[in-house]
């Protein structure tokens, strides 16, 4: 009965090829989330979607980009991967913007 | 524009001994304060939040925090800690309608 859920927890690939990460959310909330933490452990936002709608699009590379097939998923893919895409991704939810965040478990992307 | 400072990025305390991490926080509208914490190899889980009400506010595992509005803070307090506490720690706001910004986290290290 996980809140939310990542898939997979660990992913090693190589430079150029093109991933993806699974978040699903049971809590019924309307807003999803995807952030980056890198090495030094600092966590930023890179999307949020609300009811299938992109709300907030930070200064990612256009490489990443978010899919929702419904309220309940928000997948995030990425092409041509790169070595500085190597972090922990972070999926989360809230009931709407502006109100506390759930997180996800994690995917620890390593690009070799 | 908002920010969150943690200007302790590493906080060494020895077990039973009592702890606080501190967080100050700019941001020119009212704003919503969490700390959460992470685990080793662990997603991010809510400590406690401020909304609005009593200053003080009582989260999970005998943590406490108390907004300070004046001074702009919102410090994380436990009178006693345990070894199992060792992790890092995040502050984080939401202002306005806008998403969580979080602060550069700080690693608590309890010491047998």
């Known amino acids: 009965d996980t809140a939310v859920s990542q898939t997979p927890k660990y992913l090693v690939t190589q430079m150029g090829n093109d991933k993806s990460i699974k978040c699903e959310q049971n809590?019924?909330?309307?807003?999803m989330y995807w952030y980056k933490q890198d090495s030094k452990k600092f966590l930023k936002i890179m999307f949020s979607y609300n009811n299938k709608e992109l709300i907030i699009n930070e200064t990612v590379p256009n490489r990443f980009s978010p899919k929702s097939p419904d309220k309940a998923h928000l997948n995030l893919h990425i092409n041509s991967l790169e070595l500085g895409d190597s972090a922990v991704y972070f999926c989360a939810s809230s009931v709407r913007e502006g109100n506390e965040q759930y997180f996800g478990p994690g995917t620890r992307l390593t690009v070799t | 524009a908002q920010s969150v400072t943690q200007l302790d990025s590493q906080v060494p305390v020895f077990e039973e001994a009592p702890v606080e991490l501190r967080c100050n926080y700019s941001s020119s509208v009212s704003v919503y304060l969490f700390w959460y914490v992470q685990y080793p190899n662990q997603g991010l889980q809510l400590l406690l939040k401020?909304?609005?009400?009593?200053?003080l506010v009582k989260g999970i595992n005998g943590f406490e925090a108390e907004f300070n509005k004046s001074q702009t803070s919102f410090h994380l307090r436990k009178p006693s800690v345990h070894i199992s506490d060792t992790a890092e720690y995040f502050c984080?706001?939401?202002?306005?309608?806008?998403?969580?910004?979080f602060g550069t986290g700080t690693r608590l290290t309890v010491i047998p």
């Open positions: 809590l019924g909330h309307d807003t």
């Open positions: 984080a706001l939401i202002a306005g309608a806008n998403n969580l910004f």
């Open positions: 401020y909304l609005s009400g009593s200053t």
